[in-house]
């Protein structure tokens, strides 16, 4: 294997519009010039070493970014993305979420949810010819599947034969590259510090990608390790973990037109996908996924009252859909009055047109499109199914003992042969899962749910249902609606899949065991697995076929954006990434233009003392009369709460240190704009706007509010 120094056909164009891209570590120097004439005063060449300063500061806590702002292991995030962690210690009596939490001392820390890692990435070596060196024209989509799994499983076995790292294969460009990136793995995390939800989700849903916007988006963990220094399980003797590079925090935050960066994860666009593809997306996925994460929203509201045990047990899982409910409503919105699709369209015709001027390309890519495009549309036949049967993994029984029954099966292979997540090193990682079944779990809740995805199922036309489950249900003439509601309550009256210490015993039985039992649930999944085997390899046909025919795609894509100039980064994968840009305001519609910056007084201006505009009486008093402290900025006569960026982030940049021109901290990107939000498949340099926690506000809540003093005390603090 080779370090990663270049990345190949995407180097060969530096020409990126305005602030688009996310670009990986080593393809900065390319863009040096971009960056200087952004305002970054650092050596760009200074950001491609992964264990240097900044990027040794930077972590992934798997979904959400976050940085170490301390020698101690203090680790920086969003609220939203410790928020797991805050509900999973909550309880009706000690409502965390409500209260906020705050350690004074590392005894007073509490461990986060089970199963938190903090991931540190340590090296990207270029493994493609690896992956893809076995790989034929005349393999099966099968074949090709199975090959380039097999490659890479044995690929990440070897990298991990020290247990302290994670390792993983990444495709780039949908499959032409292959990287491998390993990861030392810090397993005890403990939270730290996260404001009450008034200040935390302060707008709540009804701010969501909106601005003006005063969240304080902001929480604390703290990354443990063994005293030798080495990653370990959770103990009461592990000691802070000490990194070898942290940021240093500049109070002086920044001001308009200003240099900043994120440096983060995040973890998926879509902008080189096919016209077909963006069509089906907004005119079909979107909106059905929309509509089933909205019934599952108003059923949990429905079945639990504010503040309730039950409730607090589903508030991750209703912030989770409500996010993504959201986005799509925002998204469709934004496709049906944009042009997207025409200049998709527009897009392949350009290729094809360029494609077809030279018998050299035309022999090369001249069916890559439209292999391409065929089987999508095969994928798409079976869409309606794939999408009610993912939704009913929202209920937990159903979902655990189908975990449980595969775990059982995949146990007697060799570990490399194992489906990914119950190979030996997914293990610990399992139990854990398991553990934190109960505190996320309503039986009353869970059944509503199946009972509801189940009447979506039973509405699919005969020839996509799944016989097995249609006997199981007895669903073969259709829905009776009391008979199925009898049925699911002896189910759950029945099972002890709920019982902690059952379910745990469930990990150590043998396949003869799930076959033999009489719990209904398990009995569910073993009478349905040989089909969902079955349909999982009919998908790995078609997903190795794929293979085949969307690399050839990008690579004709590529070479045509390279011939006309245009900006060739690779889609968003949860691999580290950096993305500039500058603090700037927009106009959103003709007439209206959006400052950069919010102060404090908007707090108080959209406070109803209802949530989620339920600013504390603290918080409100302090802000009347006007004790800044020394978190105002002269020019606003107030403390700043967020600020707009030019920044082009997605999903899993959550909690990305915002950093300025020297690479010090001066914030948290947590949310984009509703204009912005079609950025995952579409970027549009007017109305492309991050929204970013201004580290004042920070500051200010922790000390005036919160009390964090010692926390502020822990971190470097310069102006």
């Known amino acids: 294997m ?111 949810t089970p199963g938190s890692r903090i991931y540190v990435t340590e090296e990207i070596n270029d493994v493609t010819t690896l992956i893809k060196g076995s790989i034929t024209e005349n393999m099966s989509g099968s074949e090709r599947y199975k090959a380039i799994d097999k490659n890479s499983k044995t690929l990440v076995a070897e990298c991990e034969s020290d247990d302290k790292y994670r390792c993983s294969v990444v495709n780039f460009h949908g499959g032409l590259e292959y990287y491998l990136f390993k990861q030392l793995t810090i397993r005890d ?74 440096l983060g994860y995040p973890g998926r666009t879509n902008r080189y996908r096919t016209a077909l593809e963006v069509e089906n997306q907004f005119t079909w996925t979107y909106p059905n996924a929309k509509n089933y994460r909205e019934e599952l929203i108003d059923l949990i509201h429905n079945e639990s009252a504010p503040e309730s045990e039950a409730r607090i047990k589903y508030e991750s899982t209703l912030a989770g859909l409500a996010n993504y409910a959201k986005n799509y409503g925002s998204m469709i919105k934004s496709y049906n009055k944009g042009t997207t699709l025409a200049r998709k369209q527009q897009l392949e015709q350009d290729l094809s047109a360029w494609i077809n001027a030279d018998k050299m390309r035309k022999a090369k890519y001249g069916n890559a499109l439209t292999g391409l495009n065929k089987l999508l549309k095969q994928n798409q036949k079976t869409q309606a199914r794939d999408l009610i049967l993912g939704y009913m993994a929202y209920n937990k029984m159903l979902s655990t003992a189908y975990r449980l029954h595969r775990l059982a099966v995949e146990k007697n292979k060799p570990n490399v042969a194992r489906e990914r997540g119950y190979q030996e090193r997914d293990l610990a990682r399992f139990e854990q899962s398991m553990k934190t079944f109960n505190r996320r779990f309503d039986a009353n809740i869970d059944q509503k749910i199946l009972f509801a995805m189940l009447t979506h199922y039973v509405e699919l036309p005969k020839s996509e249902r799944i016989l097995a489950i249609d006997e199981f249900f007895e669903l073969e003439q259709g829905l009776n609606k009391k008979a199925l509601s009898t049925k699911l309550e002896k189910m759950y009256q029945t099972s002890t899949i709920a019982d902690q210490e059952t379910r745990l015993a469930w990990m150590n039985k043998s396949v003869a065991d799930f ?205």
Request: glycine letters at 8%; hydrophobic letters at 35%; one cysteine or more.
């Open 515 to 719: 076959e033999k039992s009489s719990d209904p649930f398990i009995q569910l999944a073993v009478k349905t697995f040989s089909v969902r085997k079955a349909l999982e390899e009919k998908d790995e046909e078609l997903s190795g076929n794929i293979q085949a025919y969307r690399p050839k795609y990008m690579e004709a894509l590529i070479a045509y954006f390279n011939d006309k100039k245009l900006p060739v980064y690779a889609d968003a994968n949860s691999t580290l990434r950096i993305t500039y840009g500058n603090v700037k305001g927009y106009s959103p519609v003709d007439g209206l233009t959006a400052t950069p910056f919010t102060t404090l007084e908007g707090i108080v201006e959209k406070d109803t003392g209802i949530k989620p505009f339920n600013a504390s009486k603290k918080q409100l008093e302090l802000i009347k009369s006007k004790n800044y402290g020394e978190y105002a900025k002269k020019e606003l006569g107030s403390v700043p709460v967020n600020y707009l960026g030019t920044l082009d982030i997605t999903g899993g940049n959550s909690g990305s240190p915002t950093l300025n021109d020297k690479a010090e901290f001066v914030g948290l990107v947590f949310d984009g704009v509703y204009e912005s939000i079609i950025g995952d498949w579409d970027y549009d340099t007017k109305l492309n706007r991050s929204i970013h926690v201004d580290i004042k506000y920070m500051l200010w809540v922790m000390e005036h509010v919160d009390g964090a003093t010692n926390l502020i005390e822990e971190m470097d603090i310069v102006e």
């Open 2 to 112: 080779k370090k990663t120094t270049i990345l190949l056909l995407a180097m060969a164009s530096t020409f990126a519009t305005a602030d688009e891209g996310m670009w990986q570590p080593h393809q900065l120097p390319s863009i040096a010039s971009e960056l200087t004439q952004a305002g970054l005063k650092l050596n760009p060449n200074d950001l491609t070493d992964l264990t240097g300063f900044p990027m040794g500061a930077i972590v992934s806590l798997g979904g959400c970014t976050a940085s170490f702002v301390s020698d101690k292991g203090l680790v920086a995030s969003n609220h939203h993305c410790v928020y797991g962690s805050v509900q999973y210690n909550s309880t009706a009596e000690n409502n965390l979420l409500a209260n906020g939490f705050l350690a004074k001392t590392f005894d007073e820390e509490l461990p986060a």
């Open 189 to 262: 995390v403990r939270l730290v510090h996260a404001p009450a939800s008034s200040v935390g989700k302060y707008g709540g849903d009804v701010d969501n990608w909106m601005w003006p916007r005063h969240t304080g988006d902001y929480g604390f963990y703290r990354a443990y390790v063994g005293k030798d220094g080495q990653p370990a399980d959770f103990s009461k003797d592990n000691v802070p973990y000490e990194p070898k590079h942290h940021l240093k925090v500049n109070k002086s935050s920044v001001d308009e037109g200003d240099y900043i960066m994120v």
